[in-house]
Every structure is written in C-alpha cells, then in structure tokens.
C-alpha cells in the first residue's frame, strides 16, 4: 500500500464521494468504489469492470484499494487458521479464522497489542504498538482466503480504546453498501469502557460482551486494571437499560479459572448480578501463560457452573477452546513472528 495515496477500504459513501469529487471525479462512482472494494475484495482497481477506464485511471493516480494480504498463516490440527497482518505502518496484528459446523467466526484486532494489561492475556503483557485503522481492521475480514458467517472484535487490543475506528468498522461490515454481515453477526468484546459502551449502543448495531472474570469488583480490579476506571456496573447498568430495545444480544465472557473465580460464591453473585436483564454468560476455559501457576477450571466445573445458570434463568454457554496449539485461544495472542509465522 502507498502511504501516499487516499485507502478505499475504510471509508463510507460520504467520504468517498468527498474525497472523489475533490478529485474531479463524479462520486456517483463511490458506491462502485465501495462494492468492488468491500464486497469483491478487489487488490487493484485494474480488476473493475463496470467504471469507465479513463475514471478509473484518475481513480488509479489517487486512491489505493486499503486491503492488503496476510503476511503468514499458521493452520491448528483442529481446522481455525491464525493469520498474521501488517500495516502500512508496520503494527502486527493477529486474525483468527474458526470453522465450526456452519458457522465460520473471524476474530479480529483493533490494535497491535493493547494497553489495558489484563493480568490472563499475553497481549495484555506484550504491550502496546499503536491503533488500527477501520480499513486495516475490516481488511483482516476482507482479505482472507476464506468465507465468514460471524466477525468478533476480539482479537488484540481493547475496542474501547480505539472506539473512533472501531465504530466505523462495525459499520462497514454491517451496512448494506459494506459488507452487509448482518448486525446480529458481529460482535464487539470489552473490557467495558464506559463512554465507548454508550456510543456503541447508541452508533452501531452490533452485540456487545463484557469481558467480566469476577462479579466482585474488587477481585476483577486484581486481573483487570481497567475496573478502576470503568467499573463493569456501568457496563452492566447500560445493558439492561437498552434491553431488547433493538434485536441484539448481550453477554457476560467469563474466563474459569481453578479456586479463583469458580466457587458458589461466585456463582451467586453472577446470579443476582444478570438475572431477569437477557444478558448471557460465556463460560471460557483459561489459558495459562509462561509460568503462570494457575490453572483452567476442569469441563465439569464449567458445565455444573452454566447448568445452574440455566437453571436460574440466564443463558449461558461454555465455549470449548480452539486454536491453542497455534497459540489463538482467547488472551493468546501476541501479534509475534514466531518461527512458525
Ligand atoms: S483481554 Fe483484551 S483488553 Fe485485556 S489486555 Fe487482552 S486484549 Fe487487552
């Protein structure tokens, strides 16, 4: 990609009618723009076939398309595929690509690396090289080999952090001239940024998961810094206030961890904490890193944990891992060349 020229992929028809007219060029052509670049995927504008060449070459000494390949790929023996990406820029950021049944998950990042710290995640601990544009994070949707039914922002990085781009790229994969995902296909994880919560609630159609790890703000604030700032009751008090005001799910992402957060206790606060608000639990085995002396809550304590959920009335769900042999699990990543990618 040129850094010189205006990147296609990022922009919606305002912007890129603005940007061609500027040009001279009519903006009746931006939604083709659009079409070819979000939906087609098109590397060069040579591959368009439906815009006049002389526009095209006006277009051409301008704009560059903004999507650009996967530098490696690296395939896990249970099928999802992790992809490494770079930006004009430099900043490495990791996709993972997850085939189960008929559904088809991307999970994407909206930074390299990340500031929030979370004590459980190896991006957390890398540290942080910059944000994402909206073209660089749909390019990681856009640009890979393979098909999608469902896009989670939940790769590196923390949403709420980059909320400007974040937005705008929620928008593109859900808007009819962008990738027309459908808005109950794409969801947005956080750690609850509050002010960022509200304007996702109030500017895109998208799911949203806090990511909560203790119903106890205290022992939360042990594992995520970020609770001092914003704690999850706001989070959790937004939720229910829009409620099923539009057709959206919300969900609580639970990272078990042994003798840490799976005890009755717990269980009971998560109880009185979601009960009667429709919002769900996702019950998630932990990932140890390096040395780290903790362990993953067996898959019996996870099951008896989401049984009495259900039993309560709240929906939960227990996600299996996938991906960890390539080191694409939840709290994972670390956007490295490693020797295999
Ligand atoms: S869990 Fe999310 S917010 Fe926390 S450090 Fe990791 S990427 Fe950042």
Redesign the pocket.
Known sequence: MNLYYIPVAGLDPAGIEAHLESRGIEPRYGRRLLYWVYRKGIKSFGEINDIPVRVLKTINESFDTGLSSPLASEKSADGSVKYLFTTAGGLLHETVWLPEEKRRTVCISVQSG?????R??A??LAGWGGNLTAGEIVNQVISLPDSFTHVVFMG???PGDNIEEVIKAANILTAEWGLAAGSGKVTV?T?GVTPSVKRLLDETECNITL?LHSPFPDERLGV?P?EAMWPFADTLRLMKEAGNRRKRRFTVAYVMIEGKNDSDQHLEELKRLLSGTGIRVNILPYHPLGEDSERSSGDQAMMRFKHLLVTAGIGASVRRSRGTDIAAGC?MMAGKRSKSL
Request: glycine share 22%; proline share 0%.
């Open positions: 990340c500031r929030m710290g979370c459980f995640c991006t957390g590196m990085g923390e994880s750690v990511s995520i970020a709290g």
